[in-house]
């Protein structure tokens, strides 16, 4: 007969979270707080995890689904170990920061907003980074690159493991 219940995994999460709700409070006005607290401990909010935070705080999972979605820094999706963000503000798209996400897409495999398949990268856009006059700009963690050519992501890329 197969046992029922949760996986020791599953069990595990969920005292991390349950452990995250007590800490912050568990109220409803701390659902920001606790997602930002879960998201850094697992690296992303899956449904189920929505779902369960939702339970525990006894409100609506589309509430928290609502929430998630709204945030652009809530992600539903694993995390690269590293997260580069191609600047496509006006000045750095015309300097050339579309031939640059281009590159970065390339190079990493995926899309943005999304995860290479080694986990090792995550592409973001953002719209500007507050330095046009260096542009085209582009972040790695806490990184910057300034004036980046397409032909140079190889090698910027290369020194992140
Ligand atoms: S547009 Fe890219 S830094 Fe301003």
């Known amino acids: 007969m197969v046992a029922q219940g949760k996986c020791t995994e599953c069990t595990q999460i969920e005292a991390a979270i349950d452990a995250i709700i007590?800490?912050?409070g568990p109220e409803p006005t701390s659902l920001?707080?606790?997602l930002h607290a879960v998201q850094q401990e697992l690296g992303f909010l899956p449904q189920s995890v929505q779902e369960y935070i939702a339970e525990k705080l006894n409100m609506p999972a589309g509430t928290v689904e609502g929430v998630v979605s709204f945030y652009t820094f809530f992600t539903t999706v694993p995390r690269g170990r590293h997260v580069i963000k191609v600047c496509q503000g006006t000045a750095c798209y015309v300097r050339g920061g579309k031939r640059v996400l281009e590159a970065v897409v390339k190079h990493?495999?995926?899309g943005v907003g999304q995860?290479?398949?080694d986990?090792?990268?995550s592409v973001d856009i953002v719209r500007c980074l507050g330095a046009c006059g260096l542009s085209p700009i582009m972040t790695v963690d806490d990184d910057i690159y300034e004036r980046v050519k397409p032909t140079k992501i190889a090698d910027i890329l290369g020194k992140y493991d």
């Open 22 to 24: 007590e800490q912050k």
């Open 32 to 34: 920001i707080e606790i």
């Open 108 to 110: 990493c495999g995926c």
């Open 115 to 117: 995860t290479s398949e």
């Open 119 to 121: 986990r090792r990268f």
